[in-house]
């Protein structure tokens, strides 16, 4: 069973940068046509897609986030990372790592996520 | 962005009856869309991709239909395990976009 772990602070203050890793385990990042996701939930709203990223380095991201996120892999950890900067209280949420098969698109395993608040 | 819509936003049921969520897409998403179970705390869980199609280990009381910009998730047969909150994502164009999500509860 594919099991996918969030991991990072769950505070950051206004304006630095939130750091998030997922670890995968019993499935290779580096194997099969997938795509390493990361989807946030602020309190009250609903699932918000950040991007994802290929072992192979290809990304997409949400336009929405205006370039602030970043997603990279690391194939020698089983892991990959967000990071997303300049953060505000509206970046407060719970963030889920997820797999993405492609053709058709669908999410298959997520973590069970993670809270992070954005405050002084 | 294709914006997601779904009704009702909660249910009350009882164990054993039949649900019905729909979910409606702002355009035309084929059958590129799919379901997830959510329960506080744990993982989403896959349901039915594309349209209609249920993924190894997903109970057979869980069906999904639709195309273009309407479509119905259906829980026949509702059992104690299945209250949680469902919500529907269209995979058709990036960014990747989910509806708000329905809530069945206990009635």
């Known amino acids: 069973q594919v099991q996918l772990q969030e991991s990072g602070p769950g505070l950051v203050k206004p304006s630095q940068t939130l750091s998030l890793t997922c670890i995968v385990s019993?499935?290779?990042?580096?194997?099969?046509?997938?795509?390493w996701s990361w989807i946030r939930q602020p309190s009250g709203k609903g699932l918000e897609w950040i991007g994802d990223?290929?072992?192979?380095?290809?990304?997409h991201y949400n336009p929405s986030l205006k370039s602030r996120a970043s997603v990279s892999v690391d194939t020698s950890k089983n892991q990959f990372s967000l990071r997303l900067s300049s953060v505000t209280a509206a970046d407060t949420a719970v963030y889920f790592c997820?797999?993405?098969?492609?053709?058709?698109?669908?999410?298959?395993?997520w973590g069970q996520g993670t809270l992070v608040t954005v405050s002084s | 962005d294709i914006q997601m819509t779904q009704s009702p936003s909660s249910v009350s049921a009882s164990v054993g009856d039949r649900v019905i969520i729909i979910c409606r897409a702002s355009q035309d998403v084929s059958t590129w869309l799919d379901w997830y179970q959510w329960k506080p705390g744990k993982a989403p869980k896959l349901l039915i991709y594309a349209a209609s199609s249920l993924p190894s280990g997903v109970p057979s009381r869980f069906s999904g239909s639709g195309s273009g910009t309407e479509f119905t998730l259906t829980i026949d047969s509702l059992q104690p395990e299945d209250f949680a909150t469902y919500f529907c994502q269209q995979a058709k164009s990036f960014p990747f976009t989910f509806g708000p999500g329905t809530k069945v509860d206990l009635k």
């Open positions: 997820a797999r993405a098969k492609r053709d058709p698109w669908y999410f298959d395993y």
């Open positions: 019993s499935a290779s990042i580096s194997g099969g046509n997938y795509y």
């Open positions: 990223i290929h072992y192979s380095g290809s990304t």
